[in-house]
């Protein structure tokens, strides 16, 4: 998600959103920007096949961590599907 991040910054030359909402992307750029952010939200979700991670983050944090993980961080990967 950073790299995408910074190509589009290094593309418009801002990161603000509204600015960046109206910045004509090349279409192949579009693209790559789009797979780069689908996996960064899988990733987050996690969907198969990276969710790997998930058993072994719940078994390792502390209670409280593993609330919040469950809570609130996981649904952010599905919030990030929604809103771009």
């Known amino acids: 998600m950073l790299l995408a991040i910074m190509a589009m ?3 418009s030359g801002t990161t603000d959103i509204t600015t960046l909402l109206t910045h ?3 279409a192949n750029m579009q693209t790559w920007l789009w797979l780069a952010f689908f996996a960064s939200f899988a990733v987050k979700m996690p969907m198969w096949p990276v969710h790997t ?3 072994d ?3 390792e ?3 409280a961590g593993s609330v919040i993980l469950a ?3 996981l649904k952010m990967g ?3 599907f929604l809103r771009f």
């Open 57 to 59: 983050a719940h078994v």
């Open 61 to 63: 944090a502390p209670t």
């Open 71 to 73: 809570g609130i961080l």
């Open 78 to 80: 599905g919030y990030g």
């Open 53 to 55: 991670w998930l058993p």
């Open 24 to 26: 004509n992307f090349p």
């Open 9 to 11: 910054f290094f593309q």
